[in-house]
């Protein structure tokens, strides 16, 4: 009898259902504290081992430019519980609006938005923040591994006026996700955009590079442009490309530092730059084969023997949020794990070498660009096969 049982036990359990794969915890849901949209999320890992994890709360998903805030919930267990959301900085007493969202319709009168968070691990281990006000101003402040002990916000939208020369822009913004800290110098480097806001709501024409300090955020500088409009005249530097924006950097362990591009180009992949210094000399854009382009911001981090690149890798929606694995440097992406099957945008992702930390933006309310929530998920560097 127990002979009999065996093979039939076996065949059961081979016709069962596998467990349903841990769902990603939500951070940032729709209606948290009255916002009624959250996006543009991103993710840092302090020296201690803190996760910080952001995210831009929008009160109007229908005018989602105007009254907009960053929030930011700290883990010290890698992603087992959270801490409560709490205000990154408070909106400068003296903001206006920027005139060119109330002309393009994208923004409501009286309102005021801060966007476009980018945040930086320090080896120190603190956390240096940018985030942008109106699209017209850029603030820096920083905190200690927990967010707290914020110092007092320092504008420096000056260094985005040495861009004027090349671009008159109306509109300006840090790129979303987390900026890098070169090894071997210690400068501080995060993804810019720069736009004459003349086209759409005033996002394009664009051009992207990077803003740097050297000396752990007291000042900042321009960088080189990456890339820029085919339509925009006047830049002296940069390759050209279909409506670049928002882009994701990494630094590979050959120290090369690399800058990968959304874009509305016809060939649907990705563009890549690369640089010595994350400021200056900036190869030609590369399209990736690898890498499809569903126009949406990405993101970068750096493991144990290689980079991993995540976006939603399809070039019509986005969905399917894949996370890539290059062991040398960039060229070849051989490896893959799909973090979400389903509808995802944004993302950002952070690591202690074997873990990777990710943050996206999942579901859709009603379309693949307006998320439901914000979530967390981790997964090892084995995933990728």
């Known amino acids: 009898m127990k002979r009999l049982l065996q093979p039939l036990f076996a065949a059961a359990l081979l016709l069962a259902p596998l467990a349903p794969a841990q769902d990603p915890t939500v951070l940032f849901n729709h209606g ?14 302090t020296t201690s081992g803190n996760l910080i994890a952001y995210a831009e709360g929008r009160k109007n998903p229908e005018m989602r430019w105007s009254d907009a805030m960053v929030f930011f919930r700290v883990s010290k267990d890698g992603g087992k519980t959270w801490s409560d959301a709490a205000e990154l900085a408070k909106k400068p007493a003296d903001a206006k609006q920027n005139p060119v969202l109330l002309d393009k319709g994208a923004a409501e009168a009286g309102q005021i938005g801060l966007h476009n968070v980018s945040a930086i691990a320090d080896k120190d281990g603190g956390v240096h923040w940018l ?68 086209m759409g709501i005033g996002m394009q024409p664009a051009a992207v590079s990077t803003i740097f300090s050297d000396d ?40 090369t530092v690399l800058i990968n591009v959304r874009n509305k180009g016809l060939q649907g992949k990705r563009g890549q730059a690369t640089s010595k210094d994350g400021a200056t000399g900036w190869s030609e854009i590369a399209y990736i ?10 993101s970068f981090t750096q493991v144990e023997g290689g980079i991993v690149f995540a976006n939603p890798a399809n070039m019509i929606m986005r969905k399917s949020l894949t996370a890539r694995l290059s062991a040398d440097n960039g060229k070849t992406w051989d490896k893959s794990f799909v973090i979400e099957e389903g509808v ?42």
């Open 32 to 45: 948290d504290k009255d916002y009624g949209m959250y996006r543009l999320p991103g993710i840092v890992r």
């Open 344 to 385: 995802a945008g944004y993302s950002d992702m952070a690591s202690d070498g074997k873990t990777i930390y990710a943050v996206f933006e999942k579901g859709a309310n009603p379309s693949d660009r307006d998320p439901e929530a914000v979530v967390f998920k981790s997964f090892g560097l084995d995933a990728l096969k």
């Open 131 to 198: 985030y942008c006000v109106e699209f017209n101003r850029c603030f820096y402040l920083k905190t200690d591994d927990t967010g707290a002990a914020a110092s007092a916000p320092v504008e420096i939208t000056a260094t985005f006026d040495a861009f004027r020369p090349e671009v008159d822009w109306k509109l300006i913004a840090t790129s979303p996700g987390h900026g890098i800290q070169l090894k071997d110098t210690g400068r501080l480097v995060t993804p810019v955009w720069v736009s004459k806001g003349e």
């Open 216 to 255: 752990g955020g007291k000042t900042w500088k321009r960088g080189d442009i990456v890339a820029h409009e085919a339509t925009l005249e006047g830049t002296k530097t940069g390759s050209k490309m279909e409506l670049p924006g928002e882009a994701a950097i990494v630094q590979a362990g050959d120290g």
């Open 289 to 298: 084969d690898a890498l499809a382009e569903p126009i949406c911001h990405a």
